[in-house]
């Protein structure tokens, strides 16, 4: 009997062994498949439509430009609290790559990729699987997408977004990233935020500029504050960005302070340093995120950063002098309006390293820097 017994114990633990090394097999192979999840999150009219394409441009992106606009143009009634549910729950769905949530939002309950509000900002839907009449392998190109990509089913949305490591959505929507803590702790979800900020008088700037478009939005940014109570009054430049400024702080306070839950998944990064230091801020951030920047992507930061191109057509135009850019408020903003914003936002500008100017010659003067290194206020 003794043989057999050895037998059978020897049958038994070869298949053990078996079995052990398949469920390892398994969890490695799922582990290699898991996707990431990065939400590009900061305000309007602070770069991150620019920083978004430098997502979009790597080839196992999938990205999309700001679905939180679908919820707060659904209820433009609402307080920016109240929509970070829906907001959070949409995003949930759609770093699974699960679009069935859009058909509630999109006009005509959203039959295709056409409906998604600039959908043609996306390099992967411009591309197989989601469209197969164009195959933008060489040049991202709006204008072609946009004419020869948009009915397609929303259907192959979802195959598109399956077929990339990485799901990136942009948005300038959340307020608190505190309502997005179970997105987090979700077993399913490998979230990373990319917090991008800007100098509060560069966006007052932008934000003048581009006054009329922001009024429904800086209404509902500001309901959620008592001493709004003239609803039918606009919102002045100042008013708004003493509730951005002070969104911006706490969601950097919570991303550096928050539970265990967030440790290594949230970086802070300043337009500022992007314009200044592109490929080695576009490193830092694609490590962060786990991408990598091979030499076209390099060639095409570098070129998109340093080069006067003609413009393309279509929504976004991105090729400037970046360093330009973060000068641009000190010679057209107004030295009462800069005065009124660094009062109003104190408290960003000293967490995130910006310097004051007391004067119109400190103003004007491109020499004297207003920004502190990074390293020397972190």
Not at 108 to 123: A, D, K, M, R
Not at 243 to 260: D, H, L, N, P, T
Not at 285 to 294: A, D, E, F, Q, V
Request: proline share 4%; net charge positive; hydrophobic share 40%.
């Amino acid at each position: 009997m003794a043989p057999r017994i050895s037998l059978y114990n020897l049958i038994i633990v070869i298949l053990l062994t078996f079995l052990f090394v398949w469920i390892l097999h398994t969890k490695l192979e799922g582990h290699e498949e898991r996707r990431t999840h990065v939400l590009l999150l900061s305000s309007w009219r602070s770069g991150s439509s620019f920083l978004g394409q430098i997502f979009n441009h790597h080839p196992n992106v999938f990205y999309l430009f700001e679905p939180a606009r679908m919820v707060w143009v659904k209820f433009p009634k609402e307080k920016a609290s109240i929509l970070h549910y829906p907001v959070r729950d949409l995003f949930r769905s759609l770093f699974t790559c699960d679009v069935s949530p859009l058909h509630d939002y999109l006009p005509n309950g959203g039959q295709y990729i056409s409906n998604l509000p600039f959908w043609s900002e996306s390099w992967a839907l411009c591309s197989q699987p989601a469209c197969k009449a164009l195959d933008l392998t060489e040049e991202y190109d709006r204008p072609t997408c946009f004419q020869r990509c948009g009915y397609v089913p929303l259907k192959k949305m979802a195959e598109s977004c399956e077929a990339h490591s990485h799901v990136v959505l942009k948005t300038v929507r959340v307020l608190d990233l505190g309502s997005l803590l179970p997105l987090f702790r979700d077993p399913n979800l490998d979230l990373r935020v990319v917090h991008l900020i800007r100098d509060p008088r560069a966006v007052a700037l932008s934000r003048i500029n581009f006054r009329n478009l922001l009024n429904d939005e800086d209404l509902i940014v500001l309901r959620d504050y008592k001493e709004w109570e003239n609803k039918k009054a606009k919102p002045n430049v100042t008013q708004v960005m003493a509730k951005i400024c002070k969104a911006q702080v706490a969601i950097y306070e919570f991303g550096r302070q928050a539970s265990k839950a967030l440790q290594g998944k949230y970086i802070m990064v300043r337009y500022e340093d992007l314009a200044r230091e592109p490929l080695t801020m576009v490193e830092k951030i694609y490590k962060h995120t786990g991408l990598s920047l091979n030499k076209d992507l390099q060639k095409w930061v570098y070129n998109i950063t340093h080069q006067q191109k003609p413009a393309q057509y279509g929504f976004m135009n991105f090729a400037k002098e970046s360093m330009k850019m973060v000068q641009k408020w000190r010679k057209d903003l107004k030295h009462n309006v800069v005065l009124e914003i660094q009062d109003a936002c104190q408290k960003a500008m000293k967490v995130f390293g910006y310097s004051k100017v007391r004067t119109v010659k400190e103003q004007h003067d491109l020499t004297l820097s207003v920004m502190i290194d990074v390293e020397k206020y972190r």
